[in-house]
């Protein structure tokens, strides 16, 4: 499976952005993918998951009602709508998925094998 990222940048705080991630080879192999972030400093963690089975999303609480994970318009992308964008949002953000894991909840807390390259987003006035 390989998944590319894109569509970071910088806004400002209150702004909006969305991210797309785009997947190919193995596609009818994910049962589950996610976006995952990681600040400098900091630890990478998820910020939102997606079961494509069934639809099931799971977000932390930190980003729940503020980031919406959902199919993209293209077909095999994944999307991420991030609105009400904080300053602490800043990182470098992947999509990831794991073939052997089949629950949003499961991706969400485990580390997935399977990694695009990030895209950096910057949330600053």
């Known amino acids: 499976v390989q998944l590319q990222a894109s569509g970071g940048g910088l806004v400002q705080p209150g702004g909006s952005l969305r991210l797309s991630c785009a997947a190919s080879g193995s596609i009818v192999s994910i049962n589950v993918i996610g976006w995952f972030r990681q600040a400098p400093g900091k630890e990478r963690e998820a910020v939102a998951c997606?079961?494509?089975?069934?639809?099931?999303?799971y977000y932390p609480d930190f980003v729940r009602d503020r980031f919406t994970i959902s199919r993209g318009q293209t077909k095999n992308t994944i999307d991420l709508q991030m609105d009400n964008l904080r300053p602490e949002d800043t990182a470098v953000y992947y999509c990831?998925?794991?073939?052997?894991?089949?629950?949003?909840?499961?991706?969400?807390?485990?580390?997935?094998?399977?990694w695009g390259q990030g895209t950096l987003v910057t949330v600053s006035s």
């Open positions: 997606l079961s494509t089975n069934n639809d099931i999303t």
């Open positions: 990831a998925t794991d073939l052997g894991r089949f629950s949003s909840y499961d991706l969400c807390h485990s580390r997935p094998t399977d």
